[in-house]
C-alpha cells in the first residue's frame, strides 16, 4: 500500500490552514482557480468525521466556491469530493469556463481544446485576488 500523498504533503500552495482542514490553490496549468478543500487528518470517508467537523467542512467548501464565484465569474461551478484515488476526506471547487481544455467534460475526462495562452494568463492573473477573497470568507466562518 502506498502512503497517502495528502498526508505526505499538502496537496497545493496552502492558502489557510486551522486544525481541522487546510484550503489548497492547486497548480493545475489548464484550470487556474482550482481549490482543494483538504481534512488535516487521515480520514477516508466524510461519515467518519462527526457532526460538527463535517458542517465545519461544508462550510469551508461553500466559502470557497463563492469566492471563486465572485473572483472568476465561471459559465460554472463544479464541487467533487471522490477519493477513489486519494482515499482522504478533500474536496475540489473548480471554476469551469466553456472554452477550459476539459468542457463540458469532467476536468479528469478527456482533453477537448487548449485554452488560448492569453485567456490562461488572464485568469491567472486573478488567482491572488481569488487567494485574498478566501481568506476573507473563510475568516469569517
Known sequence: ?????????????VVLRDDLLRVVLVDEADLPGFVR???????KEMSDLDAAARGRLMQVVFAAEEAAREVFAPLKMNLAS???MVPHVHWHVVPRFADDAFYPQAIWGTRQRDTRPDVLAARRALLPALRLRLQERIGRL
Open 1 to 13: 500500500m502506498q502512503p497517502c500523498s495528502l498526508c505526505a504533503d499538502d496537496g497545493g500552495t
Open 37 to 43: 478543500v483538504i481534512v488535516n487528518a487521515h480520514v
Open 82 to 84: 471522490l477519493g477513489n
